[in-house]
């Protein structure tokens, strides 16, 4: 199993980054895909996740209304568009999965990737 994740990098507060995560050693219907993160000196905050057997999804309260979670079952790929993006915001985005949604939020999901750092200047 690998999950990938691309697109990180440095924007300026109120800007936008969209993040990519590829998968690849499972069958992507029957799994959660999601994003987890890591600020300096935090713990690991679950973010998102998408299932795409039902189209559900969800958001923490921290970027609900700023972030979309998307999906290509085609592509076997998975975005996180993130918009008005704000200081503590700036983090290692780590793509996660799971056969349950809830286990990216809770930290423990079957899955995770490398990550990609993200920062958000002021």
């Known amino acids: 199993v690998q999950l990938v994740e691309s697109g990180g990098g440095l924007v300026q507060a109120g800007g936008s980054l969209t993040l990519s995560c590829a998968v690849s050693?499972?069958?992507?219907?029957?799994?959660?895909i999601g994003w987890s993160r890591q600020a300096p000196g935090e713990g690991r905050e679950g973010i998102s996740w998408?299932?795409?057997?039902?189209?559900?999804?969800y958001y923490a309260p921290s970027v609900r209304g700023r972030f979309t979670i998307s999906s290509d079952n085609a592509k076997k790929m998975v975005y996180l568009q993130m918009t008005n993006l704000k200081p503590e915001d700036t983090a290692v985005y780590y793509c996660?999965?799971?056969?349950?949604?809830?286990?990216?939020?809770?930290?423990?999901?079957?899955?995770w990737g490398q990550g990609t750092q993200v920062t958000v200047s002021s």
């Open positions: 050693g499972f069958v992507f219907d029957d799994y959660a």
């Open positions: 996660a999965s799971d056969l349950y949604g809830g286990r990216i939020i809770g930290g423990s999901p079957e899955y």
């Open positions: 998408i299932n795409n057997r039902d189209n559900r999804n």
